[in-house]
């Protein structure tokens, strides 16, 4: 049993001797390998990082290159320079030279020329002292014996001469006088289209003038650029004029004037602001108004639209005739010779009333302002039988219905009573419009005005469709087709204007 227990033993000690000896035969190789592997990348990291440094090199070498032919070029451009300059240097001082010695040569010739004139001087005075002493007369008295002498001998010629030069006087006070009198019949005549373009406000006081100019003429400026109004400050006391062929523009400008003055502050930013509210309270007075003519007229039912146009009308002018004033005068005609006709007073009256309707806009759309009235009431759908009384008052369509003949005959009544038009005024802002139309015909153009007269029109561009360059283009190319398309006296001048504008809020 014993023997067995330590055979046991020895089996066992020896079979612990054989795995330490394999645990250390493994751990021998796998250290081997690992240190197989961290060689091999040691190996690899110096041969990248030869490769980087040698990349590194070759870069620096062609940086050094590049900044080299830099230099190279830098010194020629210098050296070119340099030259120039030099030349130039030259240049000047060579015309310096010049310069000095042509005011040398100036001097002298001043100079000699002050000796000649006081020799000159002195010998005329020496020729008449010799003159006085051989006729034994004084200048004075050879003068008067002259005069005295050629009175004897030619008074006849004398009385001539004078009778030819009161005539003379005579025909040029005539012809002053006939000037003098066209002039005053000719301000006479164009005292009519003031009174249609202009419109005077009244300030409270004298030193408001100062405020409304602004800085540097900011806010006036301001003011004609948003309502396309001209504002005259004048020497008449507590006056400005605003001037404008359209009446519209006219009242916006003097409710904004109205609105600065009584907020106390006027600057370009408050300017603004009481253009808008002028312009938003003008379109709910324009409907007041038209809704007003509707009712006195005793025409209900027509769409707020129609209204507003009405009440636009207000501010348009035909022939210098107003021509809601117009319309509505037609309107009552029209009523009175229906009911003595037996024809449709409604429809007569309607057709009076809405006949001239296509002109408050026709200056802002293409066409006839008979074409744009029909479009008008058959897209806020007004009768057939109205749009039939109304579209034939210019003959422009043949007559189709009693009430037509009617609202013919009532305009041409309105219009031919004495003093009702002026045509004068009718051409004179024909023209203006026509101005505006030609040069918001261009592309990139935002607003065009008319002002002083005519002789200017003043445009506002897109910033971003029109450059600095574009805008000189611009101006060159409106005022060759406003050349070529319309006739006018004198010369217009085509003011083309462009302004960029940041804005942001801080919050």
Do not use: C, W
């Not at 030869?50 to 940086?63: V, Y």
């Not at 004084?138 to 030819?164: G, N, P, S, Y």
């Not at 210019?394 to 305009?411: N, R, W």
């Amino acid at each position: 049993m014993s023997q067995t227990l330590l055979v046991s033993g020895v089996v066992a000690v020896i079979g612990f001797a054989i795995g330490y000896a394999f645990r250390q035969f493994f751990a021998a190789q796998k250290a081997n390998s690992v240190e197989q592997t961290l060689k091999l990348k040691v190996e690899e990291s110096k041969n990248q990082s030869k490769e980087i440094l040698i990349e590194a090199k070759e870069k620096a070498a062609l940086l050094l290159e590049e900044f080299k032919r830099e230099e190279r070029e830098r010194k020629t451009q210098l050296e070119k320079l340099e030259e120039r300059l030099l030349k130039k240097d030259e240049s000047l001082e060579a015309h310096q030279r010049s310069m000095t010695e042509r005011e040398r040569r100036l001097e002298d010739e001043a100079q000699k020329l002050a000796r000649l004139s006081e020799e000159a001087r002195a010998q005329h005075a020496q020729a008449l002292q010799q003159v006085e002493k051989i006729a034994g007369l004084t200048r004075e008295e050879a003068r008067a014996r002259i005069v005295k002498e050629i009175e004897e001998h030619h008074r006849d010629d004398l009385a001539v001469v004078i009778q030819k030069l009161e005539n003379d006087r005579r025909e040029e006070v005539e012809k002053k006088s006939l000037e003098i009198i066209t002039t005053a019949v000719q301000r006479y005549a164009r005292s009519h289209v003031s009174d249609v373009t202009t419109s005077v406000f009244q300030l409270p006081n004298e030193e408001l003038k100062g405020k409304i100019i602004g800085r540097e003429g900011r806010n006036i400026k301001t003011l004609e650029r948003l309502t396309g109004v001209e504002v005259i400050v004048d020497d008449s006391p507590e006056n400005v004029i605003l001037s404008s062929f359209d009446p519209l523009r006219r009242e916006i400008a003097k409710m904004t004037l109205e609105k600065l003055i009584k907020d106390g502050r006027i600057q370009p930013a408050k300017i603004e602001e009481k253009v808008e509210e002028s312009k938003q309270e003008m379109q709910k007075r324009m409907q007041s108004i038209g809704e007003q003519a509707a009712t006195d007229l005793g025409i209900i039912n027509l769409p707020k639209e129609i209204l507003q146009l009405l009440g636009r009308l207000n501010f348009r002018t035909s022939y210098g005739q107003n021509v809601l004033v117009h319309s509505v005068e037609m309107a009552y005609i029209s009523a009175m010779m229906a009911a003595e006709l037996g024809a449709n007073v409604e429809v007569a009256k309607k057709g009076a009333l809405l006949h001239d309707i296509g002109k408050a806009i026709s200056h802002e759309v293409e066409g006839t302002h008979v074409d744009l009235g029909r479009k008008i009431l058959k897209k806020y759908d007004i009768e057939e039988s109205v749009i039939r009384a109304m579209e034939s008052h210019h003959e422009d369509y043949p007559f189709s219905t009693p009430e037509s003949f009617i609202v013919a005959a009532a305009d041409a009544l309105s219009a031919a009573r004495p003093g009702a038009r002026r045509d004068t005024v009718e051409n004179y802002i024909k023209r203006l419009e026509d101005l505006e139309k030609i040069t918001t015909s261009f592309d990139g153009v935002k607003s065009a005005y008319a002002l002083s007269a005519g002789r200017e029109i003043r445009v506002f561009v897109v910033p971003e469709k029109i450059d600095d360059f574009g805008a000189l283009q611009l101006a060159k190319n409106i005022a060759g087709k406003i050349q070529s398309e319309l006739r006018y006296p004198g010369e217009i001048k085509v003011n083309v204007i462009r302004e960029t504008r940041a804005v942001e809020y801080a919050k």
